[in-house]
Protein backbone atom coordinates (compact mmCIF):
# COMPACT_ATOMS: atom_id res chain seq x y z
CA UNK A 1 0.00 0.00 0.00
CA UNK A 2 1.34 3.18 -1.10
CA UNK A 3 -0.11 6.32 1.34
CA UNK A 4 0.44 9.89 -0.16
CA UNK A 5 -0.02 13.17 2.60
CA UNK A 6 -2.00 15.41 0.36
CA UNK A 7 -1.74 19.34 1.83
CA UNK A 8 -4.21 21.68 0.82
CA UNK A 9 -4.35 25.29 1.04
CA UNK A 10 -7.03 27.12 2.46
CA UNK A 11 -8.41 28.79 -0.29
CA UNK A 12 -9.51 25.78 -1.55
CA UNK A 13 -12.57 27.11 0.22
CA UNK A 14 -13.07 29.97 -1.17
CA UNK A 15 -13.92 28.56 -4.55
CA UNK A 16 -17.34 26.46 -4.70
CA UNK A 17 -17.04 22.41 -5.23
CA UNK A 18 -13.17 23.08 -5.84
CA UNK A 19 -12.51 20.42 -2.93
CA UNK A 20 -15.14 18.14 -3.43
CA UNK A 21 -13.71 17.81 -6.98
CA UNK A 22 -10.55 16.94 -5.56
CA UNK A 23 -12.24 14.23 -3.24
CA UNK A 24 -13.96 12.86 -6.38
CA UNK A 25 -10.45 12.30 -7.55
CA UNK A 26 -9.41 10.58 -4.60
CA UNK A 27 -12.59 8.64 -4.58
CA UNK A 28 -11.45 7.79 -8.05
CA UNK A 29 -7.80 6.50 -7.48
CA UNK A 30 -9.20 4.58 -4.44
CA UNK A 31 -11.48 2.39 -7.30
CA UNK A 32 -8.67 2.35 -10.16
CA UNK A 33 -5.73 1.84 -8.03
CA UNK A 34 -6.55 0.50 -4.59
CA UNK A 35 -2.93 0.58 -3.58
CA UNK A 36 -2.70 4.25 -2.75
CA UNK A 37 -4.31 5.69 0.23
CA UNK A 38 -4.50 9.34 1.22
CA UNK A 39 -4.35 11.50 3.96
CA UNK A 40 -5.36 14.62 3.88
CA UNK A 41 -3.67 18.16 5.72
CA UNK A 42 -4.72 21.22 5.37
CA UNK A 43 -4.72 25.15 6.06
CA UNK A 44 -6.72 27.49 6.24
CA UNK A 45 -5.18 30.56 6.03
CA UNK A 46 -7.21 32.80 4.53
CA UNK A 47 -10.18 31.99 6.81
CA UNK A 48 -7.71 33.08 10.44
CA UNK A 49 -7.50 36.33 8.96
CA UNK A 50 -11.41 36.98 8.14
CA UNK A 51 -11.90 35.56 11.74
CA UNK A 52 -9.22 37.66 13.69
CA UNK A 53 -10.33 40.81 11.21
CA UNK A 54 -13.97 40.39 12.34
CA UNK A 55 -13.07 40.11 15.55
CA UNK A 56 -10.97 43.34 15.58
CA UNK A 57 -7.61 42.26 15.42
CA UNK A 58 -4.21 42.79 13.66
CA UNK A 59 -2.14 39.81 12.60
CA UNK A 60 1.58 39.41 11.37
CA UNK A 61 3.49 37.27 9.86
CA UNK A 62 6.96 36.52 9.95
CA UNK A 63 8.56 34.50 7.29
CA UNK A 64 5.46 33.25 6.11
CA UNK A 65 4.49 32.14 9.81
CA UNK A 66 1.55 33.82 11.58
CA UNK A 67 3.12 35.49 15.20
CA UNK A 68 -0.18 33.85 17.46
CA UNK A 69 -0.79 35.38 20.10
CA UNK A 70 -2.53 33.81 23.02
CA UNK A 71 -5.50 35.60 23.21
CA UNK A 72 -6.05 34.76 19.07
CA UNK A 73 -5.74 31.39 19.43
CA UNK A 74 -9.48 30.70 20.37
CA UNK A 75 -9.88 32.25 17.01
CA UNK A 76 -7.19 30.50 15.07
CA UNK A 77 -8.47 27.13 16.72
CA UNK A 78 -11.80 27.73 15.91
CA UNK A 79 -11.53 28.64 12.02
CA UNK A 80 -8.59 25.74 11.39
CA UNK A 81 -9.72 23.02 13.56
CA UNK A 82 -13.60 24.00 13.64
CA UNK A 83 -14.65 25.34 10.76
CA UNK A 84 -12.38 24.89 8.12
CA UNK A 85 -11.39 20.80 9.33
CA UNK A 86 -15.49 20.50 8.96
CA UNK A 87 -16.44 21.90 5.73
CA UNK A 88 -13.96 19.92 4.31
CA UNK A 89 -15.06 16.91 5.92
CA UNK A 90 -18.71 17.66 4.50
CA UNK A 91 -16.86 18.40 0.95
CA UNK A 92 -15.30 14.56 1.34
CA UNK A 93 -18.92 13.41 2.49
CA UNK A 94 -19.94 14.58 -0.80
CA UNK A 95 -17.68 13.09 -2.80
CA UNK A 96 -18.32 9.36 -1.19
CA UNK A 97 -15.30 9.26 1.29
CA UNK A 98 -16.04 8.46 5.14
CA UNK A 99 -13.71 11.51 6.36
CA UNK A 100 -12.35 11.49 9.61
CA UNK A 101 -11.16 14.96 11.19
CA UNK A 102 -8.95 15.45 13.62
CA UNK A 103 -5.95 17.25 15.06
CA UNK A 104 -1.95 16.74 14.87
CA UNK A 105 -2.02 15.35 18.23
CA UNK A 106 -4.67 12.68 17.10
CA UNK A 107 -2.19 11.77 13.85
CA UNK A 108 0.89 11.56 16.64
CA UNK A 109 2.94 14.81 16.37
CA UNK A 110 4.12 16.18 19.24
CA UNK A 111 4.28 20.13 18.97
CA UNK A 112 6.46 22.25 20.75
CA UNK A 113 7.16 25.94 20.89
CA UNK A 114 9.01 27.35 17.57
CA UNK A 115 10.24 30.70 19.60
CA UNK A 116 9.39 33.20 21.50
CA UNK A 117 8.63 35.72 19.54
CA UNK A 118 6.40 34.05 17.55
CA UNK A 119 4.03 33.25 20.69
CA UNK A 120 1.99 30.27 19.98
CA UNK A 121 3.58 29.40 16.98
CA UNK A 122 4.59 25.56 16.96
CA UNK A 123 6.81 23.14 15.59
CA UNK A 124 6.63 19.50 14.86
CA UNK A 125 8.05 16.72 16.61
CA UNK A 126 8.16 13.54 14.31
CA UNK A 127 6.32 11.20 16.76
CA UNK A 128 4.68 7.90 15.91
CA UNK A 129 2.50 7.80 13.71
CA UNK A 130 -0.74 8.47 15.59
CA UNK A 131 -4.55 6.68 14.92
CA UNK A 132 -3.35 7.31 11.63
CA UNK A 133 -2.34 3.83 10.04
CA UNK A 134 -5.78 2.38 11.62
CA UNK A 135 -8.14 4.86 10.15
CA UNK A 136 -6.92 3.96 6.93
CA UNK A 137 -7.30 0.16 7.56
CA UNK A 138 -10.74 0.85 8.14
CA UNK A 139 -11.32 2.46 5.19
CA UNK A 140 -11.28 6.38 6.88
CA UNK A 141 -9.82 9.38 4.79
CA UNK A 142 -7.88 11.14 7.69
CA UNK A 143 -8.54 14.83 7.62
CA UNK A 144 -5.94 17.03 9.37
CA UNK A 145 -6.18 20.26 10.93
CA UNK A 146 -2.79 22.01 11.51
CA UNK A 147 -3.28 22.65 15.32
CA UNK A 148 -1.02 20.69 17.90
CA UNK A 149 -1.42 19.87 21.53
CA UNK A 150 2.07 20.55 22.95
CA UNK A 151 3.63 18.06 25.89
CA UNK A 152 3.22 21.36 28.30
CA UNK A 153 -0.58 21.17 27.45
CA UNK A 154 -0.38 24.72 25.44
CA UNK A 155 -2.29 24.68 22.00
CA UNK A 156 -0.13 25.60 19.09
CA UNK A 157 -0.54 27.16 15.28
CA UNK A 158 1.67 25.05 13.28
CA UNK A 159 1.77 26.09 9.31
CA UNK A 160 -0.35 23.46 7.27
CA UNK A 161 2.97 22.87 5.27
CA UNK A 162 5.30 22.33 8.31
CA UNK A 163 2.20 19.96 9.51
CA UNK A 164 1.66 17.53 6.02
CA UNK A 165 5.98 17.39 5.91
CA UNK A 166 5.97 15.83 9.67
CA UNK A 167 3.16 13.52 9.03
CA UNK A 168 4.57 12.47 5.56
CA UNK A 169 7.83 12.27 7.31
CA UNK A 170 6.16 10.00 10.14
CA UNK A 171 4.95 7.70 7.64
CA UNK A 172 7.52 7.62 4.93
CA UNK A 173 4.85 8.57 2.94
CA UNK A 174 4.56 10.38 -0.79
CA UNK A 175 4.00 14.30 -0.44
CA UNK A 176 1.89 16.70 -2.62
CA UNK A 177 1.60 20.42 -1.62
CA UNK A 178 -1.61 21.32 -3.54
CA UNK A 179 -2.09 25.21 -3.58
CA UNK A 180 -3.41 27.62 -5.59
CA UNK A 181 -1.00 27.83 -8.69
CA UNK A 182 0.39 25.27 -11.06
CA UNK A 183 3.54 25.18 -10.13
CA UNK A 184 6.76 27.43 -8.76
CA UNK A 185 6.42 29.83 -11.09
CA UNK A 186 10.10 31.91 -12.70
CA UNK A 187 10.81 35.08 -13.08
CA UNK A 188 8.90 35.30 -15.84
CA UNK A 189 6.15 33.52 -14.36
CA UNK A 190 6.49 29.99 -16.06
CA UNK A 191 6.14 27.00 -14.57
CA UNK A 192 9.41 25.16 -13.03
CA UNK A 193 9.28 21.66 -13.93
CA UNK A 194 12.09 20.78 -11.39
CA UNK A 195 13.66 22.27 -8.14
CA UNK A 196 16.41 21.67 -5.83
CA UNK A 197 18.44 23.49 -3.18
CA UNK A 198 20.61 25.26 -5.03
CA UNK A 199 17.26 26.66 -7.32
CA UNK A 200 15.50 27.11 -4.17
CA UNK A 201 18.11 28.96 -2.62
CA UNK A 202 19.09 31.69 -5.79
CA UNK A 203 15.15 32.13 -6.30
CA UNK A 204 14.63 33.01 -3.00
CA UNK A 205 17.80 35.27 -2.73
CA UNK A 206 16.56 37.19 -6.17
CA UNK A 207 13.24 37.53 -4.37
CA UNK A 208 11.50 35.39 -6.92
CA UNK A 209 9.71 32.91 -4.19
CA UNK A 210 8.33 35.09 -1.82
CA UNK A 211 5.99 34.67 1.28
CA UNK A 212 3.98 31.26 1.66
CA UNK A 213 5.78 30.00 -1.41
CA UNK A 214 8.66 30.59 0.54
CA UNK A 215 8.02 28.05 3.35
CA UNK A 216 6.56 25.74 1.31
CA UNK A 217 9.39 25.11 -1.31
CA UNK A 218 11.90 25.28 2.35
CA UNK A 219 9.44 22.53 3.71
CA UNK A 220 9.28 20.62 0.00
CA UNK A 221 13.06 20.69 0.37
CA UNK A 222 13.12 19.34 3.98
CA UNK A 223 10.72 16.90 3.35
CA UNK A 224 12.57 15.51 0.10
CA UNK A 225 15.88 14.78 2.00
CA UNK A 226 14.52 12.65 4.65
CA UNK A 227 12.50 10.58 2.44
CA UNK A 228 15.12 10.60 0.19
CA UNK A 229 12.88 11.07 -2.68
CA UNK A 230 10.78 13.70 -4.95
CA UNK A 231 8.00 16.22 -3.19
CA UNK A 232 5.37 17.49 -5.77
CA UNK A 233 3.78 21.11 -5.62
CA UNK A 234 0.97 21.38 -7.64
CA UNK A 235 -2.50 22.86 -7.83
CA UNK A 236 -5.76 21.55 -5.98
CA UNK A 237 -7.54 23.54 -9.16
CA UNK A 238 -6.08 20.55 -11.34
CA UNK A 239 -7.57 17.69 -9.43
CA UNK A 240 -6.54 15.45 -12.27
CA UNK A 241 -2.75 16.41 -11.47
CA UNK A 242 -3.50 13.81 -8.06
CA UNK A 243 -4.30 10.83 -11.03
CA UNK A 244 -1.15 11.78 -12.85
CA UNK A 245 1.24 11.64 -9.82
CA UNK A 246 -0.29 8.50 -8.70
CA UNK A 247 0.30 6.60 -12.00
CA UNK A 248 3.69 7.84 -11.75
CA UNK A 249 3.71 11.15 -14.33
CA UNK A 250 4.75 14.45 -13.73
CA UNK A 251 2.64 17.16 -12.59
CA UNK A 252 3.66 21.11 -11.65
CA UNK A 253 6.87 20.85 -9.44
CA UNK A 254 9.04 18.38 -8.28
CA UNK A 255 11.49 18.98 -5.11
CA UNK A 256 14.13 16.79 -5.20
CA UNK A 257 16.95 16.75 -2.44
N1 LIG B 1 7.74 32.00 -7.37
C1 LIG B 1 6.45 31.77 -7.00
N2 LIG B 1 5.72 30.89 -7.71
C2 LIG B 1 4.43 30.65 -7.38
N3 LIG B 1 3.79 31.24 -6.35
C3 LIG B 1 4.47 32.13 -5.61
C4 LIG B 1 5.85 32.43 -5.89
N4 LIG B 1 6.26 33.34 -4.97
C5 LIG B 1 5.22 33.60 -4.18
N5 LIG B 1 4.14 32.90 -4.53
C6 LIG B 1 2.84 32.98 -3.87
O1 LIG B 1 2.70 31.86 -3.04
C7 LIG B 1 1.32 31.53 -2.98
C8 LIG B 1 1.17 30.13 -2.45
O2 LIG B 1 1.57 30.13 -1.09
P1 LIG B 1 0.44 30.10 0.06
O3 LIG B 1 -0.51 31.24 -0.16
O4 LIG B 1 1.10 30.02 1.38
O5 LIG B 1 -0.26 28.74 -0.33
P2 LIG B 1 -1.13 27.73 0.52
O6 LIG B 1 -2.15 28.54 1.27
O7 LIG B 1 -1.71 26.85 -0.53
O8 LIG B 1 -0.18 27.01 1.43
C9 LIG B 1 0.85 31.75 -4.40
O9 LIG B 1 -0.54 31.99 -4.48
C10 LIG B 1 1.65 32.97 -4.83
O10 LIG B 1 0.92 34.15 -4.61
C1 LIG C 1 1.92 29.39 12.04
C2 LIG C 1 1.08 29.63 10.83
O1 LIG C 1 1.44 30.43 9.98
N1 LIG C 1 -0.07 28.92 10.74
C3 LIG C 1 -0.97 29.04 9.64
C4 LIG C 1 -1.85 27.81 9.64
C5 LIG C 1 -2.79 27.74 8.47
C6 LIG C 1 -2.07 27.56 7.15
O2 LIG C 1 -0.90 27.20 7.07
O3 LIG C 1 -2.91 27.80 6.08
P1 LIG C 1 -2.57 27.77 4.53
O4 LIG C 1 -2.00 26.44 4.21
O5 LIG C 1 -3.90 28.00 3.90
O6 LIG C 1 -1.59 28.89 4.26
C7 LIG C 1 -1.83 30.32 9.76
O7 LIG C 1 -2.19 30.72 10.86
O8 LIG C 1 -2.16 30.88 8.70
Redesign the pocket.
Known amino acids: MKTWVIK????VLNQDDAATELFKEMAKIATCHPSNQFILVH?G?ALVDRWLSDAGFATAKHQ?LRISPKEQMPYIIGALSGCANKQLMAQAIVANLQPFGCSLYEAGITVTQKLKALAQVGQCQVGKAGVLPELLAMGRLPVVSSIGIGPDGQLYNVN??EAAEAIASALGAELV?M???EA??DKNKQPIRHLNAEGINM?IETG?????????VKTSLRAAQCLRRGVYISSWQKPENLSFLVGGKHAGTQVTP
Open positions: VGGAGGGADFTDVVLLVIVGGMEVK
